[in-house]
T-cell receptor
Framework: AQSVTQLGSHVSVSEGALVLLRCNYS??????LFWYVQYPNQGLQLLLK??????LVKGINGFEAEFKKSETSFHLTKPSAHMSDAAEYFC????????????FGKGTTLSVSS | DSGVTQTPKHLITATGQRVTLRCSPR?????VYWYQQSLDQGLQFLIQ???????AKGNILERFSAQQFPDLHSELNLSSLELGDSALYFC???????????FGEGSWLTVV
């Protein structure tokens, strides 16, 4: 069965600092991996997705993630945090490229301080 | 605004009752998905419909049911409600190719 584990339920960074949110996956088949962001009182928004075309995936708002098969990881990074990045971030895996029946991690809350 | 509309936004009801959550997908999207977000279970996939037919089923309880109507809107019916059903219920939709799933803002259900 597929699953994802997000390390750290809460990450705090200063404005301008590097953002690193960790996600490890478990899958018996080539996975399709996704990062979603949820701002307070809003739905989930797709940040980026890995569908085997390229291991380094660039998403919206300056975020990117790198698929590392040897480490079964898909960590999310952003070089310089902005106050508006404060939100909850979810890593998810799907058995298909369309991302149906997504299996989500527990989520990581990102706090950004000035 | 994702284009996915969910009603009601907030709902408070008593244990044992039945509620219906409604979802209008983005214009042209044929697939509708329902997810439940709770503190205990996190985000869980419940069920997917495609053009009126059930396509995939996740961790949906037998007390819950869903359907997608000819106009493509969907309803999630929750019955014999328990305190543990209190959660944020998301609807999402995607195009027929399913490239990107767009989420609504959710319906907050509180069971008292």
């Amino acid at each position: 069965a597929q699953s994802v584990t997000q390390l750290g339920s809460h990450v705090s960074v200063s404005e301008g600092a590097l953002v690193l949110l960790r996600c490890n996956y478990s899958s018996s088949v080539p996975p399709y991996l996704f990062w979603y962001v949820q701002y307070p009182n809003q739905g989930l928004q797709l940040l980026l997705k890995y569908t085997s075309a390229a291991t380094l995936v660039k998403g919206i708002n300056g975020f990117e993630a790198e698929f590392k098969k040897s480490e079964t990881s898909f960590h999310l990074t952003k070089p310089s945090a902005h106050m508006s990045d404060a939100a909850e971030y979810f890593c998810a895996v799907s058995e298909n490229q369309a991302g149906t029946a997504l299996i989500f991690g527990k989520g990581t809350t990102l706090s950004v301080s000035s | 605004d994702s284009g996915v509309t969910q009603t009601p936004k907030h709902l408070i009801t008593a244990t044992g009752q039945r509620v219906t959550l409604r979802c209008s997908p983005r214009s042209g999207d044929l697939s509708v998905y329902w997810y439940q977000q709770s503190l205990d279970q996190g985000l869980q996939f419940l069920i997917q419909y495609y053009n009126g037919e059930e396509r995939a089923k996740g961790n949906i309880l037998e007390r819950f049911s869903a359907q997608q109507f000819p106009d493509l809107h969907s309803e999630l019916n929750l019955s014999s409600l328990e305190l543990g059903d209190s959660a944020l219920y998301f609807c999402a939709s995607s195009t027929s190719s399913g490239n990107t799933i767009y989420f609504g803002e959710g319906s907050w259900l509180t069971v008292v």
